[in-house]
């Protein structure tokens, strides 16, 4: 999927050049450039034990849990947030399990430059069990 995504970014990148005067192009790289960045993190624990690598896919709809381990506890949820303090976050459900591979749909338009903290919010008790950064 990867080889595919920049074959055909480099096809449209051909085909804009001709007869561009080159600010079109220039606007179409730097789109495609966020658009491409890839986001990944390993889980360190907070609270609680919490291992594993998140994952987020190439159209930055989707978020993966792999491998993904932690401590059973009242109402888990996972946010992505601007700090580890979930204070600005992006809620995206409750805690699919507390180990095995997980997917999470991003909802569109959220920033992952700014919401950079993938985090195992406590509810009840107002912590983080663990978190992972997006880089």
Same mark, same amino acid.
């Given at each position: 999927? @990867?080889?595919?995504?920049?074959?055909?970014?480099?096809?449209?990148?051909?085909?804009?050049?001709?007869?561009?005067?080159?600010?079109?192009?220039?606007?179409?790289?730097?789109?495609?450039?966020?658009?491409?960045?890839?986001?990944?993190? %390993?889980?360190?624990?907070?609270?609680?034990?919490?291992?594993?690598?998140?994952?987020? %896919?190439?159209?930055?709809?989707?978020?993966?849990?792999?491998?993904? @381990?932690?401590?059973?506890?009242?109402?888990?949820?996972?946010?992505?947030?601007?700090?580890?303090?979930?204070?600005?976050?992006? %809620?995206?459900?409750?805690?699919?399990?507390?180990?095995?591979?997980?997917?999470?749909?991003?909802?569109?338009?959220?920033?992952?430059?700014?919401?950079?903290?993938?985090?195992?919010?406590?509810?009840?008790?107002?912590?983080?069990?663990?978190?992972?950064?997006? @880089?």
């Amino acid at each position: 999927m @990867k080889r595919s995504v920049q074959i055909l970014f480099l096809v449209s990148l051909t085909l804009l050049s001709c007869g561009s005067d080159g600010s079109e192009m220039e606007e179409f790289v730097a789109a495609e450039e966020i658009a491409m960045k890839e986001f990944s993190g %390993n889980f360190v624990a907070d609270t609680h034990p919490t291992s594993g690598t998140v994952v987020v %896919n190439m159209e930055q709809t989707e978020l993966l849990l792999e491998n993904f @381990k932690t401590d059973d506890g009242p109402r888990l949820l996972l946010y992505l947030s601007t700090s580890v303090e979930s204070t600005d976050f992006v %809620n995206l459900g409750d805690l699919q399990g507390v180990e095995g591979d997980f997917t999470y749909e991003i909802p569109e338009d959220t920033d992952l430059e700014e919401y950079k903290f993938v985090v195992v919010w406590c509810v009840d008790f107002l912590v983080s069990f663990g978190h992972a950064e997006l @880089k």
